[in-house]
C-alpha cells in the first residue's frame, strides 16, 4: 500500500543513531537514505523502530513490545529533486508508506540528515510536516537527535502514525523549523543522569486569550540531596544563542496573570533522590506599538551557581516585555520509577489550564 487513509493523527517519533565513521547513523546496516531510487534496498529495523516516544525520546532498545518487529520494506514515495540542506543543515532523504501489516507502529517515516557546520556538538529539535498532495500539513512531527559532532552529518529518521480513518494522504515532507542547543546544555526529562545529578526540563505548555504558561521541571535524579531556595536564573536567548535584551524578567507570576498561581514565597526545600520541584514561567502576546520580541530558547540555571540548560518554550512575547517565573515548589504530584539513579522515565506533568484573566496594572 503505498498510501494510508486515516485521520488527523497523534504523533509518534523515533530515532536511531549510530556512530559511523565520519558521521553518525540511523541505519543498522545499509545505508536507508539511498531508497529515493527506485528498487533500493531498505532495513525495516532501521526505518522503523518499534518502539516510538513523543517529543523526540529514544526508543527503547527493546520497543515496546518484543513480540512485534517491523517487516517487509516499506513502499518509498517520491521526492523532488535533490535541492542539498536547507540554511540550518536538514535535508530531508527519503519519504515512505508502511502497510498496516508491517509491525510498524508508523503509517509513514521519513528519513532525513542534519550536518552540524558549527564549532560545538550540538543537540538538534526539528519539526517536520508530512503534507497531502493539496498542499495541507496532515501532521507535524517534532524530532530530536542527540549529539551532532562538529562537522558530522547525523542520520535519523522521523514517523507519524494516524490513528483514525479519513485522513489526507500523505504525499510529502518538509522542515518546518529547526532548534539547536550545545549537547552540554541540552535539557532531559529522563535516560542518564546528568553531572549535576538533576533532569531539568520544560513541558508542552498551556494557553488561554493570549496568556502563556509553561512549566519548568527539575527531577533529583542522582544520589545525594539536591537544595533550593528561591526562583530559577532564566537568560532569554535569541535564535543566534545571543542574549536577548530589553525583556523585564519578574520575581512571581502574579503581575501577568493572578490565575497561574506562581506568586507565592519562595521556600527552601531539600530534594530527596527521586523527588521532583517545579516553577512556572507565564507570559502575555499582546502586541501594542513597537516590534514583537519572540525567543526561542530560555538558559535555565536551577539556583546560583548551578549549569546551565537551554529549554525551548518559543516565548512569543509580543510587545509586553515582561516575563513572570514562579519560585520553585516541591511537585508532590511527581512519582519516580527505578531506583533514582536517572534510568526512570518522569511523565512531564502539564500545568492546569488557566483562566483568560485580563492583566494586572
Known sequence: MPTASRTVPAALAGVLLLAA??????????????????????????????????????????????????SGTPTPLPLPSATGPDEDGVQVTGLYAWDAG??????????????????????????FSFRSSSGGAVDNV????????????AKATVAMKAEAM??????????????????????????????????????QGDAAMGLRVVGLHLVNCGTRTYELDGYPKLELLDERHGSVDGVRILQGTGRISTAVGGDDSPQPMALRPGEAAQSTIAWRNTTGFGDPV????????????????????????????????????????FRATGTGTGTERPTPPLPSSVSPDFPSP
Open 21 to 70: 565513521c565520519g558521521s553518525q547513523s540511523a541505519t543498522q546496516g545499509d545505508d536507508t537514505t539511498g531508497a529515493r531510487g527506485a528498487g533500493a534496498p531498505v532495513d525495516a529495523a532501521a526505518l522503523c523502530p518499534s518502539g516510538y516516544s513523543q517529543y523526540g525520546s529514544l526508543p527503547s532498545s527493546a520497543g515496546d513490545d518484543p513480540s512485534v518487529a517491523p
Open 102 to 127: 508491517s509491525g510498524c507502529q508508523a503509517d509513514y517515516s521519513a528519513t532525513f540528515e542534519i550536518t552540524n557546520s558549527g564549532t560545538k556538538t550540538a543537540t538538534y529539535t526539528v519539526t
Open 142 to 153: 517534532e524530532q530530536t537527535v542527540q549529539a551532532v559532532a562538529p562537522g558530522q552529518t
Open 166 to 203: 479519513h485522513a489526507p494522504e500523505v504525499s510529502g515532507v518538509e522542515v518546518l523549523k529547526v532548534r539547536s542547543v550545545p549537547a552540554d546544555e541540552a535539557s532531559s526529562a529522563s535516560g542518564p543522569c546528568p553531572a549535576s545529578g538533576v533532569h531539568v526540563y520544560a513541558d
Open 294 to 333: 519572540n525567543v526561542p530558547y530560555v538558559r535555565v540555571r536551577a539556583k546560583s551557581g548551578a549549569g546551565p540548560v537551554i529549554v525551548q518554550p518559543e516565548l512569543d512575547l509580543g510587545t509586553t516585555g515582561q516575563l513572570g517565573v514562579g519560585p520553585w515548589k516541591k511537585d508532590e504530584t
